[in-house]
């Protein structure tokens, strides 16, 4: 291989490792879902959230935990954002496991996002659980 050919190779896993790096740091304090995602979400969790979880997302004391409190943002800090879409996609409701779309989930998690004030951003939260690995939910910035 010639000089050159060494320094491509060099560079170009020098760029897979920084473009690698630059995924694994991003956070939901990065606008990781849409206001409109976050509506569409509000009137899902009107539909099949709310009877556990409550009107303000507290809980009901008897199992379905807050969705806004200290210990749901400690429950979660350092857990990629693929964790929780697939607890939510295969543990709710809990009356219908399993039964919300991806897009659904997607759409509550934007939802839970903008109730914990997490910022919006211009592109929708994904619903690949893979893509979804790489973003860390992280409780403050």
Not at 9 to 29: D, P
Not at 64 to 91: C, E, H, P, Q, Y
């Amino acid at each position: 291989m010639t000089r050159f050919g060494q320094l491509l190779v060099v560079f170009a896993t020098g760029a897979l490792v920084a473009m690698t790096i630059r995924a694994q740091e991003r956070t939901v304090w990065d606008g990781i879902y849409t206001d409109e995602q976050a509506t569409r979400g509000e009137a899902l969790y009107g539909e099949h959230c709310v009877r556990c979880h409550g009107a303000t997302l507290q809980g009901n004391g008897e199992g379905a935990k807050s969705l806004t409190d200290a210990t749901f943002k400690s429950t979660w800090n350092g857990i990629s954002m693929g964790a929780l879409f697939d607890r939510v996609r295969l543990s709710m409701p809990q009356d219908k496991p399993g039964s919300l779309t991806r897009q659904q989930v997607a759409d509550l998690l934007a939802f839970i996002l903008r109730a914990n004030k997490f910022p919006a951003g211009k592109d929708e939260l994904v619903r690949q659980t893979d893509l979804l690995n790489a973003i860390v939910f992280k409780s403050e910035k």
